[in-house]
């Protein structure tokens, strides 16, 4: 790791705990050049040790950048929020998704972003329904209703 100091390449690490909620690891650090003292945060690479098993039956390396890119357009409402929010809302998504199964599907990804945006954002959670086919509106009664599509649940 380098000083975000002076940018040395030698730093030491001084302490360093494992996260209890989040598969992360809290490290405290410090530059041998300068002295300068700061901390990291690590965390695995989804993109590492996930396959994500797409539609077709392919298998692929999850890849956020489309993640990041699908919670965007979810944003139609406000592209701001959309620059603001996408990456760390993606960042979210993939620390559930680390903590699951060996393989996850591109369901078990949008009930997530879903479920993740519902908390964050009700409108924006629902232009990602619409906009993955979570939701189909059907007319009863003269009123449009919403039913939603359940996430896979086998293993």
Not at 84 to 109: C, H, K, M, P
């Amino acid at each position: 790791m380098f000083c975000i100091n002076c940018f040395q390449k030698n730093t030491r690490v001084i302490n360093s705990r494992p996260q209890k909620k989040v598969p992360q690891i809290w490290r405290r650090r410090q530059c041998a050049a300068c002295g300068t003292t700061f901390t990291t945060r690590e965390r695995p690479a989804l993109k590492d040790n996930k396959l994500v098993i797409m539609p077709s039956g392919k298998q692929e390396v999850f890849n956020i950048g489309r993640l990041i890119i699908s919670i965007a357009k979810a944003y139609t409402h406000d592209p701001q929020e959309a620059k603001d929010n996408s990456f760390w809302l993606a960042q979210r998504v993939e620390e559930i998704l680390s903590t699951e199964r060996e393989v996850v599907t591109t369901e078990d990804i949008e009930a997530i972003t879903h479920d993740v945006l519902r908390h964050f954002d009700e409108l924006a959670a629902m232009q990602y329904a619409a906009q993955h086919h979570l939701i189909s509106s059907t007319k009863k009664r003269g009123r449009p209703s919403l039913s939603w599509r359940e996430p896979r649940t086998d293993e």
